[in-house]
């Protein structure tokens, strides 16, 4: 695969485990959504400055596998910001521990409302100055 992961640091990066399989031995899709979302979910609250909520996830496709022992990096850029929700790219790239070869194994897009301290929805404040 010739696509590079995206430049910036991942959000999240761990190690697939043999924990993390479903009763086929394979790593679950369910263990790597959840990752998706953390890493989402961590590119929102800091964009909105709070607490928020995942309200939809689209477009996620199993690509290619992840096998235990590879290195799970996430990748989440914030693609737009409406007054109380925020749509979040997530890349999710593979390593084997023993090579340096990368693959996008799936990728989705998290839509996310920014929510007050009753929960309701509030409106995402402007970008912070760098």
Known sequence: MSAMPPPQEPVIRTIAMPADTNPAGDIFGGWLMTL???????????RARGRCA???VDGMAF???????????LYATIEKVGRTSMTVHVEA????????LRER????????V???DERRP????????S
């Open 36 to 46: 998706m979302d953390l890493a989402a979910g961590n590119a929102a609250t800091r």
């Open 54 to 56: 995942t309200v939809a």
């Open 63 to 73: 690509l290619r596998p992840v096998l235990v022992g590879d290195e799970v990096s």
């Open 93 to 100: 790239w593979r390593r084997s521990r023993a090579e340096e």
């Open 105 to 112: 194994v799936t990728e989705a897009r998290f839509t996310f």
């Open 114 to 116: 920014a929510l007050d």
């Open 122 to 129: 509030r409106v995402v404040p402007p970008e912070a100055a």
